[in-house]
């Protein structure tokens, strides 16, 4: 399950907000995508995903346009979870978990209807929401429903899964938490990802955005380096080596002066 992205252009109001991009993920690569707020991450995921039309260029899944599949195909290659998750009507855990299989089940009847039911609490088990089945999903805290959504994603059982900033908002435990659950099913996993040591931990190549363009590609140790930190964020820092990961660890250095 390779995910291609060729030459993806993408205006909004006349102005470029995706600049020719192009990435490869291999399959069962953890591919985190890094780069200052409004560097167009989330319009260039939504480029992917098809929430918007690329002017020009596309998204490939083992060579097949993505734009060229109906919405049932292109769910049973790619899982999606967005940035924003504007839920405008309540439903209990289970059920939000379960619409993650529409894909795989029939319209009338026919369903296995206990393995579907074993498939739905598995995931719920998996991101330990197990006893949450039952409760309502709005008066889940922040990290629950994240998790609820990452249960969600699992159960649609694509390959690939594309994430845009899955653990914003969340406290260090279950950032880490998400990503330990993303990180085990050994799936091919495209991320956008807030936090640069979260991807220095988890990713096996970064790509870094900046004003709609890649302007690097390469794993943890090439890309984190502080010059290449400088010129995106604009602040300095020390890299070490995390002891407990082996990956690079980025310390940073404001400039208290100003
Ligand atoms: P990121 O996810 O990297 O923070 P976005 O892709 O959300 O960045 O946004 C990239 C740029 O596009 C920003 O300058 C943002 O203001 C602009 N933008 C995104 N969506 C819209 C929209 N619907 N209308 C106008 N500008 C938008
Ligand atoms: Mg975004």
Known sequence: MKLEVKDIVYSIDSKLIVDGVSLEVEKGEFVGLVGPNGCGKSTLLKSIYRVYKPDSGAAYIDGRSIADMSSRESALEM???????????????????????????????????????QIV????????????EE????????????????????????????????TNHLDIGYQYQIMNILKRQG??????????????CYCDRIILLKKGKVVDVGTPEEVFVPQKIRYLFGIDTKITVNEATGKPNIVFI?????
Do not use: W
């Open 121 to 132: 609490l598995d995931a719920i088990n998996e991101v330990g929401l197990k006893g949450y």
């Open 254 to 258: 404001p400039d208290l002066e100003t």
């Open 135 to 166: 409760r309502s999903f709005l008066s889940l805290s922040g990290g629950e429903k994240q998790r609820t959504l990452v249960a969600r994603a699992l159960v649609q059982q694509a390959e690939l899964i594309i994430l845009d900033e899955p």
């Open 79 to 117: 899982s999606v979870m967005q940035q924003e998750n504007n839920v405008e009507f309540d439903m209990m855990v289970y059920d939000m978990v379960n619409l993650g299989r529409f894909a795989h089940q029939k319209m009338f009847g026919g369903n296995d209807k206990i393995r579907e039911r």
């Open 187 to 200: 799936l091919t996993v495209f991320s956008s990802i807030h936090d640069l040591n979260v991807a220095s």
